[in-house]
């Protein structure tokens, strides 16, 4: 059997995007959900559904979903944590090539990894089951790794996301037919980072090459997830699955959500079709857990 934590990403963005994860929850096609703190607006709403999803499924575990990347953060800016003398049109690659390229103020960080965790409680009354970042913004570099796994562990929270995805050469090609010619490359993270967004393949090998980096052996639980997140297609989804190997832990990553554009407007355009796409797949999988031999688990590797 495969044990499989389901993680849906990205609680507190919008409310399309909560409620569907709700859903999930309650229907048990997910088994772990990364809450984000930075959205002022969402506070009163995610209080009220993840004591909900507690009531329904309360087995399924609850994370924070550290962000340094989007939004306005909790005790600072961005150019508080990053030397913003070169900056780019999105926050995201901001963020990354700074931190690959060494600077960054890891003292403002730390802060914010802290206020991030303290207000987590101070929302739900308990801490985070894990710790997963947005944009993977935690494995961006190894000194914030080993900060965060450091505050972490202060809090007893013994669960933290290493997506050290293994490659697999016919994902890689649905993606991009070219990849090979790719690999010929510089493939250094800095070089990776400020071309980020501009074709899947430079995200993919650049969350690959800093967890090389870090060389991390606090994690036994493997990542899938991130190559999926490209394509997203129910077919993609299995083949992913049962290309791992039985008798693992692995945690896939998703990002499902419902899409009602025309009752919640949204300032920032999180939710779209594609999260729609994604959870109906999970609802699809679910039926068929015991066809492709999954033990769906959460955080703590507890059966649901």
């Known amino acids: 059997m495969k044990n499989l934590i389901i993680n849906a990403d990205d609680f507190g963005f919008d409310v399309d995007r909560d409620l569907g994860i709700v859903f999930l929850a309650s229907t048990k096609c997910i088994s772990s959900i990364s809450v984000i703190v930075t959205n002022q607006k969402s506070y009163r709403r995610i209080k009220k559904l993840i004591k909900l999803v507690k009531f329904l499924s309360p087995s399924v575990t609850v994370g924070l979903h550290l962000n340094l990347t989007d939004c306005k953060l909790l005790t600072c800016r961005q150019e508080d944590i990053c030397d913003i003398s070169k900056i780019y049109d999105n926050p995201k690659i901001t963020f990354w090539y700074h931190t690959t ?15 991030q965790i303290d207000l987590f409680y101070k929302l739900f009354n308990f801490y985070p089951h894990h710790i997963d970042g947005h944009n993977h913004c935690h494995i961006s570099n190894t000194e914030i790794f080993n900060k965060l796994i450091e505050i972490a562990n202060i809090y007893n929270i013994r669960n933290v996301r290493f997506p050290n995805e293994k490659l697999n050469d016919y994902k890689l090609a649905k993606i991009n037919k070219d990849y090979k010619n790719f690999l010929l490359h510089n493939l ?16 993919i090998y650049l969350y690959r090459n800093c967890c090389i980096n870090i060389n991390s052996s606090i994690s036994h639980i493997e990542f899938l997830g991130t190559v999926y997140g490209h394509i997203r297609t129910y077919k993609f989804l299995t083949e992913s ?3 791992a190997c039985d008798n693992n832990t692995y945690e896939l990553m998703v990002h499902p959500g419902f899409y009602c554009p025309f009752i919640f407007k949204h300032s920032v355009p999180f939710s779209n079709i594609e999260r729609l796409q994604e959870l109906i797949n999970l609802i699809k999988l679910k039926f068929l857990h015991k066809n492709y031999k999954i033990n769906l688990i959460n955080q703590f590797k507890k059966p649901l």
Do not use: G, Q, S, V
């Open 101 to 115: 390229k060494n600077t960054y103020n890891i003292t403002n960080i730390k802060m914010e990894i802290k206020k």
């Open 188 to 203: 250094k993270p800095e070089f990776l980072a400020p071309r980020m967004m501009t074709n899947p393949l430079y995200d």
């Open 241 to 243: 699955i049962k290309d």
